[in-house]
């Protein structure tokens, strides 16, 4: 399983602004995975610094989980032998 992350600055069309702050794009971090039969999916989430999400935390926890992907890949591929 391949995982790629992208990271950006999400342009908003209006400012942003709550009681802690105010911006004009939004931190991003884009996840897609490919299988080895091309399928691929993508997942999205954004920095919220006021419930403490960073771009840091998020690609630190997305690399945590990385060397499992390939254990769950060879999970399904054993559950697939059963038919």
Do not use: W
């Not at 691929?40 to 960073?54: M, N, Q």
């Not at 060879?74 to 559950?79: G, I, K």
């Amino acid at each position: 399983m391949k995982l790629t992350t992208y990271q950006f600055n999400l342009p908003l069309q209006h400012t942003f602004t709550i009681r802690h702050e105010s911006r004009k794009a939004q931190p991003t971090v884009i996840v897609r995975l490919e299988d080895a039969n091309g399928y691929e999916g993508y997942g999205e989430a954004t920095v919220t610094l006021y419930y403490g999400v960073t771009m840091e935390k998020m690609l630190g926890a997305i690399e945590r989980i990385r060397p499992c992907l390939d254990q769950y890949v060879c999970a399904m591929r054993t559950l697939d032998d059963f038919g």
